[in-house]
């Protein structure tokens, strides 16, 4: 599976006031009801929050009027290309996966040079790719790897270049997606149709086992979403399905509610808020079609629900949507990203209310957007990361803002984090070695 998707899909932290992450992160509509709070403003997980909003609030250095001067500050070096694992960055420290097997872990502020090693790297399986994004919460590391185990570090490393895993936790199958961690739970989706829960302080042992799993009908590359009480995730089976999030009495849940959503879910990752949740999906089986659905987030009253609107969405879609402000956004196969109203349109179909596309030559947008201070971050396997003001622009189609080049790269499907007036994602630089880059982009002086 990964060598297909492979070859298709071709800082210093600023300090802040303890509990004014929280309450910002409240006010944007994040409902996971998790402690991801700290005194620094940091995007710890993939799409930043449990929900997966891919939103920052906080974010006030870049904006409309000087988007355009962002330019290359540094770029962090890897064995590999960073592929679909996306940046997290908390308390000064960058960290990214790499089809190489490694975890690498960066100052986020850079070293003074235009490239720069990592401040260490934890290892993995050199035979087996790493394309999940990291998840860091109360100093551990959690990130998952084609070999079917979950791996968690110290976030502060191991005092050497190099560091072993504090504890894996077995599945059955391959981990693609970034993991959940909320509520000292560890929530990792993997290919075997299951998700798997585990004590997020492990069990004291060097491997540990499930506090319980579940299964659904189809293979899991989609990233959980979590609102407290319910973790959602998406299936190739074409399912949203709606888990308790503090399991059930015994090793093997069922699913409180189940939503279809077209025939596969293929990488999109749900996003939770305002009792909502978001999915996209391939709608026909020659993937040619497919739509952004919307479910109620507490259910129907019934095993299955219906979708709340869906929307056409363009082409195949792997992209995960991200959620603010209204809108709802998302990437398309076609080359596209959409914006949705969140509250869809009082009809079963809605439309978009504005598409974007690239200057210049075009690619599919598999990666999931980031949305800070009214701009939309998004990757497009053109080698770069497209920004869009997220209000659009006079009509319904529109060019971006700037986009942020790689060096000698097409392919970034890796989601951008906007924190601290740096846009960071991963990718490569195939003509230089080794090839891996964690790209970071700021206005400079």
């Given at each position: ?45 993939f ?6 909003l ?5 974010e ?31 308390d ?68 050497q ?23 000292n ?37 989609s ?16 399912k ?96 596209l ?10 009809q ?70 906007v ?27």
């Amino acid at each position: 599976m990964v060598r297909i998707r492979f070859a298709i899909l071709l800082a210093l932290a600023l300090w802040a006031a303890q509990g004014v992450i929280a309450a910002a992160q409240q006010n944007a509509g994040d409902a996971s009801g998790d402690s991801l709070a700290s005194p620094s403003v940091n995007w710890p997980m993939f799409k930043n929050q449990a929900s997966r909003l891919g939103f920052n609030s906080l974010e006030s250095t870049i904006n409309k009027s000087n988007a355009t001067s962002l330019r290359l500050a540094w770029v962090g070096v890897m064995g590999k290309l960073a592929d679909f694992s996306s940046p997290a960055i908390v308390d000064g420290v960058a960290y990214i996966g790499s089809t190489d097997g490694n975890l690498y872990a960066f100052n986020a502020s850079g070293c003074g040079q235009s490239q720069c090693d990592p401040l260490w790297k934890g290892t993995m399986d050199p035979n087996f790719f790493v394309l999940s994004s990291p998840a860091v919460v109360n100093g551990m590391v959690y990130i998952g790897s084609e070999n079917h185990k979950l791996y968690v570090f110290s976030a502060a490393g191991c005092g050497q270049s190099t560091c072993s895993p504090l504890w894996t936790g077995q599945t059955a199958g391959a981990i693609f997606a970034g993991p959940l961690v909320a509520n000292n739970r560890v929530y990792v989706a993997s290919e075997d149709k299951r998700l798997y829960a585990f004590n997020a302080n492990g069990c004291g042992r060097s491997t540990c086992a499930p506090l319980w799993t579940d299964v659904t009908g189809g293979a899991l590359d989609s990233a959980p979403a979590i609102d407290g009480s319910l973790v959602y995730v998406g299936s190739q089976d074409g399912k949203l399905y709606a888990f308790p999030a503090n399991g059930c009495t015994g090793l093997f849940c069922r699913p409180l509610w189940t939503g279809q959503a077209g025939v596969n879910i293929f990488g999109s990752s749900p996003a939770v808020v305002n009792g909502v949740v978001y999915i996209a999906s391939f709608n026909e089986a020659d993937g040619r079609s497919s739509r952004l659905y919307a479910f109620r987030a507490s259910g129907c009253g019934r095993p299955s629900c219906d979708p709340l609107w869906s929307a056409p969405a363009g082409e195949f879609v792997q992209s995960s949507p991200a959620v603010a402000n209204g809108k709802v956004y998302v990437g398309s196969g076609d080359d596209l990203i959409y914006a949705f109203d969140a509250n869809g349109c009082n009809q079963p179909t809605c439309s978009a209310v504005w598409r974007g596309e690239a200057v210049g030559s075009q690619a599919g947008m598999v990666s999931a957007p980031a949305v800070a201070n009214g701009l939309v971050y998004i990757g497009e396997n053109n080698g770069s990361v497209v920004v869009f003001d997220a209000n659009g622009c006079d009509g319904n189609f529109c060019l971006p803002v700037t986009q942020l080049p790689t060096q000698n790269e097409p392919i970034v499907s890796s989601s951008p984090a906007v924190v601290n007036g740096n846009v960071y994602f991963g990718s490569d630089d195939q003509e230089d070695f080794p090839p891996g880059r964690l790209y970071v982009f700021n206005l400079g002086q």
